[in-house]
């Protein structure tokens, strides 16, 4: 089945610095591994799904001047590490013919250090099997393939911690982030955890976990400004999502406004995303809002498929097509009316359906961050 994925561009990506990286790559040479006389090629011709020649349909409210693909870096490596192709999209041959092999196919709107202000990338990754004399044709699909964070600082914030420093910190390394900064910081997926440096002791504000396409917008605040439930615990700041936009097939847009489907204005708007309530363990009497995805937990699988057989818990996700397991959140239904409301053997109906649940945060919960002691529920 094919898919075509909707993704912003943002106004960076024309910067000077993404020009200059884009640049530096092509100016390598093009340069096919011939193929042994005594074999016949292999013929791979590549394309765009659903016939999609470039970008400029997809342009958001992000931008009125996406950049096309013919401008995307399109290189192929062979299983030993030769590069058989470098050059432009817009430039590649109809038909490229290749010795037998296994290929990685890599087409990217921009190189990427990460972590980086203002640099989302785009394009596809695949790769292909060629055997001789096969003709193969390989559609690729353009998407978001890192994931950005911006931070609002309310007033009182900024004066409180004036001499403080803010910091994001993910595995590949850390960005200072200045009480005036208006760029996204861009990730690799994954977690990302910000921090707060005051008086030489450094405190971690909030963690939270980045997927591929994600743009998030954390709102930080004096703790006392938000309601208890939201407190950070060992730092004075209260952490609220302002908006989580993820442009995907499943078009999720947090602040309300029209991605091209409809999007009501959310039953509980301070509720926090399920990537968001992953990294709050200890919270207490929050609100989160995420896609009922499955059931019948045990500590080393679930079931994202009915008929299901328990009960007593669910699994929440960001989307309703998630079937990862390490990105849900589980959920403890207590006997009761939740229960009763809620459990999947009895609603089987509910499977893809949006939930806003009320409760505590817990560390695990079938070895996965967890949401217990449910006091209350919107469908």
Request: some cysteine.
């Amino acid at each position: 089945m094919k898919t075509k994925v909707l993704f912003p561009v943002l106004r960076a990506a024309r910067s000077s610095r993404a020009a200059a990286a884009l640049a530096a790559a092509i100016c390598v040479s093009s340069c096919l591994v011939p193929v042994p006389a005594d074999v016949e090629p292999a013929v791979l011709r590549l394309g765009l799904a659903d016939g999609a020649s470039g970008v400029s349909a997809l342009a958001t409210r992000a931008t009125a001047d996406p950049f096309d693909t013919d401008a995307y870096i399109l290189t192929l490596t062979s299983s030993d590490g030769k590069t058989a192709f470098r050059g432009l999209w817009g430039e590649r041959p109809a038909e490229f013919e290749l010795a037998p092999d296994t290929y990685a196919i890599s087409m990217l709107s921009s190189t990427f250090k990460d972590p980086e202000f203002d640099c989302p990338q785009f394009g596809d990754t695949r790769s292909v099997t060629l055997s001789e004399g096969q003709v193969a044709d390989v559609e690729l699909v353009v998407s978001q393939l890192n994931s950005g964070l911006r931070l609002k600082l309310d007033e009182k914030f900024v004066a409180t911690y004036k001499k403080a420093a803010l910091f994001l910190r993910s595995s590949a390394g850390t960005l200072a982030f200045g009480f005036g900064e208006t760029r996204t910081a861009f990730f690799q997926p994954g977690r990302v955890a910000i921090l707060l440096n005051d008086g030489g002791k450094t405190s971690t504000v909030h963690s939270l976990e980045l997927r591929p396409g994600e743009i998030m917008t954390l709102r930080l605040s004096i703790a006392e400004s938000m309601p208890r439930a939201m407190l950070v615990t060992g730092v004075n700041v209260a952490v609220r999502v302002d908006t989580v936009r993820l442009w995907s097939s499943a078009e999720i847009d947090w602040d309300g406004s029209s991605t091209g489907i409809d999007n009501p204005v959310p039953v509980v708007p301070d509720a926090v995303s399920v990537s968001v309530a992953r990294g709050m363990a200890g919270s207490k009497d929050i609100w989160v809002c995420g896609y009922i995805v499955g059931g019948d937990l045990s500590s080393k699988s679930c079931s994202f498929e009915g008929p299901f057989s328990s009960r007593t818990n669910l699994v929440l996700a960001d989307v309703p097509t998630c079937t990862d397991r390490e990105r849900c959140l589980s959920v403890q239904l207590a006997a009761g009316d939740i229960r009763n409301a809620l459990n999947l053997v009895d609603n089987p109906s509910l499977l893809g359906r949006q939930v806003w649940l009320r409760g505590d945060v817990v560390e695990s919960y079938f070895k996965l961050p967890g949401l217990q002691n449910l006091s209350d529920y919107r469908l």
